[in-house]
C-alpha cells in the first residue's frame, strides 16, 4: 500500500467508509427490488395477505442476498472506476440470489406465497438498481473532473485509429492537457465511424487540412507496431507544415513493460527508422539465464547497461556488472535496484587488462555466462594516438578475460564484436578483429566462444545523433565527413535483444551477424534531424569536413572471403570466418605485457602482419617490422594462449 499525505489508519477507515456505504446501497436496494415487485404485481394495492408474506419474505432474503454480496467481493473497488468486472460480479450475485431464494422457499417448505412474478423479475431489478448507480455515479463524476467546459486542454489529432489509437483516445479524454479532436487512418472501413465519441476523419495525407481547420499544433502518432515507413510520412508531414510530432512507446517498449501506452514523449529518430519487432525465444533465454550467474563487462557503457536490464528481466541468480568506469557503474546499479528490487548484484571497478583481478572475480563469482561488451570504440580517437591502448583493451583485454573464463569452467563466453571488424581500415576495428582470433583461438578448453557482429546504435556513447543534437541546437552548423558516407543503425534494445538470441542459440566457434536492414546515409540522417527538431532546414547549414582517419565510407558486416548461413532466426545469420592464426595472438601477448609502449606505427605494422584484411588508410605511419619479428625478448615474455592461467 503506497500513502501519501496520511497514515495507513486514515486510509484504512476511508475506504472501509466508502465500503460500508456502497454495501448499505446494496441491501437496500435488494429490499426495494423485492417490494417494488411486489407493488407492481398488485398495481400498489398489496392485499393484507401478502402484504405480511411480503415482510416477512424480506426479513431472510434480504440477509440471504447481502451474504452473497459479500461473498462475491463487490466491496472491492470504488464506484467511480466500475467496470464491466462489476457489472459481472453483479449478474452473478443477483443470479445467484434468484435460485437460492426459490430453494429455500421449497427446502424449508415455507408458507409464504411469493408471486412468480416477482420471483422471475428480482434478479433483473436488482441489477439495474445496483449496476445502473454504479454507472451513473461514474459518469457524472468523470463529467464533472473531466467535462470541457472545466478544461478543454490543447487541441491533439491522433494519428492510427488501431487498438494504440482506441486505448491512447480513452486515456486521455481524462486530461486536462489534451483534448483530442479527430483520428486519422489509412484504413478505409474506418473513415467516418466513431471511437469514443470521437470521429475518424479520413486518411493520413489528410493531416495538414485537418490540423488548419481545428488550429492543432501537435500530432501524436499512435502506430507503435506498424511499419516505421508509416510513422515516417506521419512525421514527415508534421515537419513540412510546422507541426510538432509527438509518439507513443513502441512496440518492443511495450511489450517489455518499460513504458505504457499514455507516455507520449516527442518523435525521434529512431522511430523513423525503426525495424520490425525482435521475436525473442523468451523460454529459451529463460531457461539459459534464469537461475544462473551473470557477468558483463563494460557494464556500465550504452550497449552493456542495456544488456544489464535485458539480463535483468529473465531473473538471474545473481549479476555481476564489472567496468572501469565508477561513475557508470553506480548508474547502472541504481537504475537496476530501482527497476528490479529482488535482483542480487555485485559491482567490481577494474580493468578487463587486470589478470589478477579478472581471475579472482571468476573465481569468486563462478559465472555461468559471461558477457564480454568493454571496449574502446572510438575509431578517430584510437586511430590518432591511441592505437598501442586499443589493442591493448580490445584484443588484450578480451584474452584475460576469456583465459580465466576457461579456468573457471565459464559455459558460454559471448564477446560482442563490430562491423568495423570487417576488413578493417582502423586501429579499432583490427583490434576487434584481433579480440575474434582470440575467442577462436581458445575453442576446445570447455568453455563455448560464440562472437557477434553489429553496426551502430541509436544513442550509444560516441554516436553521431548525440553530436548533431547538439549542433542544432546551438543552431548549427551540423558537420557531415562525405556526402556519401553511410552507416548501419539499430536500436539499442533490438541490438541488446539480439545479441541475448545469438548468445542462446550460437555454438563455440561461431561468428554470429545481426541482420542491421539497409545502410543509412548520415547525410540523410542529418536532414531528419533538423527537420524534427523543428529548426529550419534552410537556415541550418551542413559542412562536410572529409573523412577522418580510419573511417570507412561505407561499412561491411561480411569480409569478401566470408560466406553466411542462416539460422532459425531470421535477423541472425552465422558468418564463415577465416582460419584464426594462434601465433598472432602469442604475439599481440607479448606486446601488450612487455615493459614499453609501442608507438603507432609500430602497432599498425603489427597489426598488419597478424590480420592479412587488415588495410591501415593511405598516409597512415607504419613502421616497417625486423624480418625475426617477434623479437626474442617478446618471445621470452609471451605466454602460451591456450595454457591454463597460472593463478596466484
Known sequence: MIIIGGNVADSSLNINWRAGLAFAHDVCAAGIAWTLLYGVRFNFDVPEPYLADLGWSLAWIVPVQAAIFLG?????GLWRFASILDLQRIVLSAGLGAIVIPLVIVMLQLQASVPRSVLVLYPLVLIFLMAGNRFAYRIWKEHRLYSPFVALGEPVLVVGAGEAGARLTKELARSRQWRVVGLLDDDLRKHHRHIRNIAVLGPIAQLPAWARRYGVRKVIVALPSAHHAVRRRAAELCAEHGLQALTVPSYEELISGSHALTTIRSIELDD??????????SAGLAEWLGNRVVMVTGAGGSIGAELCRQIARFRPARLVLF?????ALYEIRTALGDEFT??????????????????????REKPN???????YKHVPLMEETNAWQAVRNNAYGTWVIARASVAAKVEKFVLVSTDKAVNPTSVMGASKRLAEIVCQTLQGGGTAFVVVRFGNVFGSAGSVIPRFREQIARGGPVTVTHPDITRYFMSLSEATQLLLQAGLMGRSGEILVLDMGDPVRILDLARDMIRLSGADPDRIPIVFTGLRPGEKLYEELLASEEATRPTPHPKLRIAGARQASRDAVGQMIALCERDRAAGDAE?????QSWIAEYAPPAGAPVKPLPASAPS???????????????WR
Open 72 to 76: 462475491f467481493g463487490l466491496y472491492r
Open 603 to 607: 602497432v599498425r605494422a603489427r597489426l
Open 369 to 375: 555466462v559471461v558477457f564480454h561488451a568493454a571496449a
Open 632 to 646: 626474442a625478448d617478446d618471445e621470452a615474455r609471451a605466454p602460451t594462449p591456450l595454457r591454463a592461467p597460472r
Open 323 to 327: 567496468d572501469i568506469s565508477e561513475a
Open 342 to 363: 529482488q535482483l542480487p548484484m555485485v559491482t567490481v571497478v577494474g580493468d578487463v587488462k587486470h589478470a589478477a583481478l579478472v581471475e579472482d572475480v571468476l573465481e
Open 272 to 281: 523513423l527508422l525503426g525495424r520490425d519487432p525482435v521475436v525473442l525465444d
